[in-house]
């Protein structure tokens, strides 16, 4: 235990001094990295052995574990690995089946419960989405902890997610800063709903300062829940404004009229399965055999 925690400590030296930068080659791996998780849990197979089709575009992983939960209504999906190459601990999250994305949209509620490590500034988060991370937090932990261990301080934590899983992401990063004081060295989610309300974003923000909140033209999702019903975006967020891996837009607030909150209504789904170039719906079918 005390060599667990004096790894700990000089992990969270190193993590505490983060600052990076986007870059379209780091969008492009954590694409891939979210897109396998789509091939774990109830969703798919290949996780485990690492041979699904996302896989073996980083075929560097090592240790995987996988973690799933459908103890909510969203149900949970991902893995926990280790990259070699990043010396980095890596947390991947799916997001909802994407042959059921439209009636996942048609469905999604609007319910707020308050976050207690904030609550006094009337911090509230999407009740659905955090109770779903809440499912799988034990299995996470028990995981990263597992890697902490055998790969130690020289290790980062990274995040990512698509979709459901971008807000899983956003609250496996605020929880693993709260629970340990880690910051990760990098939290990349694309087409991530809103997880709540501006108070939380404020606080998410002050505490989390490499997130990159990837969105696609006029995906719907990143609208939900909406503005009117009280929730808000945490920074950063690069827009794609048509090429899904082609010019992008930077805009440093939650919700800013030069990238996606520009569009009232935004009702295009394909958009939505469609990241840095990667066809999500395809890679994975290929999941399921």
């Not at 261990?149 to 956003?170: E, P, V």
């Not at 087409?191 to 709540?196: A, H």
């Not at 990667?278 to 290929?286: H, R």
Request: aromatic share 16%.
């Amino acid at each position: 235990m005390l060599s667990f925690l004096l790894a700990l400590a000089c992990f969270l030296y190193e993590t505490n001094s983060y600052k990076t930068n986007y870059t379209v080659g780091q969008a492009n791996r954590f694409c891939e990295l979210a897109l396998a998780a789509y091939c774990s849990g109830n969703l798919g197979s290949g996780v485990t052995t690492w041979s699904c089709t996302a896989c073996k575009q980083q075929p560097q992983m090592k240790s995987i574990t996988q973690f799933y939960s459908n103890a909510y209504t969203y149900n949970a999906n991902g893995y926990v690995a280790y990259d070699p190459v990043e010396k980095a601990i890596v947390v991947s999250f799916a997001g909802t089946d994407p042959l059921s994305i439209t009636d996942w949209i048609d469905d999604i509620d609007f319910f707020a419960t308050p976050y207690s490590p904030c609550s006094s500034s009337g911090c509230e988060v999407h009740q659905g989405f955090y109770n779903t991370y809440l499912s799988v937090q034990s299995q996470i932990r028990t995981a990263v902890q597992s890697l902490w261990t055998t790969y130690g301080k020289s290790s980062h934590f990274q995040i990512t997610g698509h979709s459901l899983g971008g807000a899983l992401a956003a609250s496996c990063a605020i929880d693993f800063y709260v629970t340990y004081g880690v910051e990760p060295q990098y939290v990349y989610t694309f087409g991530e709903p809103r997880v709540g309300n501006s108070e939380f974003a404020t606080y998410y923000n002050s505490k989390i300062h490499n997130h990159f909140r990837v969105t696609h033209h006029q995906d719907p999702v990143p609208h939900l829940p909406t503005e009117l019903m009280g929730f808000y975006h945490e920074n950063r967020e690069i827009f794609y404004a048509s090429n899904p891996n082609g010019t992008y837009v930077t805009c440093a607030t939650g919700e800013d009229p030069n990238c996606s909150d520009q569009y009232l209504i935004d009702l295009n789904v394909a958009d939505h399965l469609d990241y840095m170039g990667f066809d999500f719906t395809s890679t994975y079918l290929t999941c399921k055999f």
